[in-house]
């Protein structure tokens, strides 16, 4: 009896090592494919962000997770407060640079707050460059937070210039732990971006996959598919220190939103959800803590680029 005890334990624990030898194999190659793109992905970060900062990546956990289902992922380095327009046009550089480093056709743009305005610039002056777009908490119809701003810090005010002094030196302090290099800084016209009125304007030049309700946008435009999801909970964690602030600033709104987003403001093409999340939730800042029931922000991602490679893209 004993010795068929043994045998029986032999014969689990050499299934448990093949078991572990396998899987260390298949990350080595790239996992199993779930999110093996055609072409590579690039992340975007928003308003203040960064690639990485005291080693702590802006889309936490979020590249590695994609890189082991085997996609090709880049994440985009801009501006952390400028205008729509310029970070495009520096979001529009890389994607140039990582085309021709990869030897893809094309690139998915996932961009984070004012990271998905910025894709939408960059499909809209270059659509052949992109396969997608995805806007994840995206303001495509403006903030009312930025407009109660805006009015509080008129141009040429003692309060704008209190503002934009706070503001740049934040931005200076993340670029300084970031360890990239020094890229222009106007957080006014950061500011003016996410106002109704500049984003009216924005969507006027850049219409594409913007609803013209709460619904669904046209998903496929000049080549290009556009997707979109948000959070629209506020209070998440009390173990995190972000969720006091946005829960306050969520105050401002009379819909669901996230905390600096509503939920109607972020549809762009086919929306793909409203998730029990707040503005950081999205791309799994604080260092992950989210909600303890709710859904795994990393997961969205990968789920999203087995979506797009399911397509072909």
Request: charged share 15%; net charge positive; aromatic share 8%.
């Amino acid at each position: 009896m004993t010795g068929c005890l043994h045998r029986v334990l032999r014969r689990l624990l050499f299934m448990a090592a093949a078991g572990l030898l396998l899987a260390g194999m298949a990350q080595a190659q790239g996992g199993d494919g779930y999110t093996q793109t055609r072409y590579p992905i690039m992340l975007v970060h928003g308003l203040f962000g960064f690639d990485t900062t005291l080693g702590m990546e802006y889309f936490y956990g979020i590249p590695g997770a994609l890189r082991q289902g085997g996609a090709r992922v880049y994440v985009a380095r801009v501006s952390g407060a400028h205008s729509t327009e310029v970070r495009g046009e520096q979001l529009l550089a890389q994607v140039r640079n990582v085309l021709a480093l990869s030897g893809a056709a094309k690139v998915h743009l996932i961009g984070h707050s004012h990271g998905g305005l910025t894709a939408r610039y960059v499909a809209g002056v270059a659509p052949q460059l992109v396969a997608s777009v995805t806007a994840i908490a995206a303001p495509n119809r403006g903030s009312r937070l930025a407009d109660i701003v805006r009015n509080a810090t008129p141009p040429g005010s003692v309060s704008e210039s209190v503002a934009k002094g706070a503001a740049r030196a934040l931005v200076g302090l993340i670029g300084l732990f970031s360890g990239g290099e020094r890229l222009p800084q106007m957080p006014a016209a950061a500011l003016n971006s996410f106002t109704t009125a500049g984003i009216a304007d924005f969507n006027r030049r850049f219409p594409q996959g913007v609803p013209s309700g709460c619904g669904h946008g046209e998903e496929l435009v000049d080549g290009v598919r556009y997707y979109s999801w948000t959070g629209t909970r506020l209070l998440t964690n009390p173990l995190d220190p972000s969720d006091l602030p946005l829960s306050l600033l969520g105050l401002v709104f009379d819909e669901p939103n996230d905390g600096l987003v509503t939920a109607c403001s972020a549809r762009l093409g086919t929306h793909l959800g409203d998730y029990p999340h707040n503005h950081l939730d999205q791309i799994n800042q604080m260092l992950g803590l989210r909600g303890w029931f709710s859904v795994d922000p990393v997961a969205l991602y990968r789920q999203h680029a087995n979506r797009l490679k399911l397509l072909g893209l």
